[in-house]
């Protein structure tokens, strides 16, 4: 008898041990971080709060770093001043009035234009926020019409030939078969 509980005792040591090795190698170990306590912003544009202003989903459609390049998003004021948010982006500067305790949604607004994008559609352009004392550089997307929910606020409308005629396949004639 005595040999059997000792045999059952080594066999639930190793099974705990087991459990334990297999409980740290698979990732549940209590020092994971929990994924949905992480921010991310839902959207393709950049956010970020610049004192008493917040930047949600801000991002540049145009045709290529050399041409104009519109500014979407919505910039949010929290304060009971009207505020002034000046944005530079490789030299080309805007200025948006945002009122008191309001917020401009910039696909609503009168345009936001830049003078050029500074960054090939699919990159990054720097840019420097200014609002009051703050400033912060980010660097912010730039889109083009490619992507459908932007092609109507593209500069200078969306060109009639394909964005990318080159990797546009050729049709093959079927010969049949498998």
């Known amino acids: 008898m005595k040999n059997a509980a000792h045999k059952k005792l080594q066999h639930l040591g190793l099974g705990a041990a087991a459990l334990a090795v297999l409980t740290s190698v698979s990732g549940c170990a209590y020092i994971s971080p929990q994924a949905t306590t992480d921010s991310f912003a839902p959207a393709d544009g950049i956010q970020m709060d610049l004192g008493d202003l917040k930047l949600r989903n801000v991002l540049v459609v145009a045709k290529d770093a050399n041409s104009e390049g519109r500014v979407l998003g919505t910039v949010i004021n929290n304060d009971d001043a009207a505020q002034t ?17 309001k917020e401009v949604v910039l696909e609503k607004s009168e345009p936001v234009m830049l003078e050029r994008a500074g960054a090939n559609p699919g990159l990054m ?37 394909p964005a ?9 004639k079927a010969e049949g078969g498998h």
């Not at 000046?86 to 305790?101: C, R, Y």
Request: proline fraction near 11%.
């Open 164 to 172: 990318n005629p080159s990797n546009t396949p050729n049709a093959e």
């Open 125 to 161: 352009v720097d840019t420097t926020f200014r609002a009051g004392s703050d400033d912060e550089t980010v660097s912010v997307p730039v889109l083009d019409y490619t992507y459908p929910r932007y092609a109507s606020f593209m500069p200078g409308g969306v060109p009639s030939t």
């Open 85 to 101: 948010l000046t944005m530079d982006a490789s030299g080309s500067t805007v200025k948006i009035d945002v009122p008191a305790n």
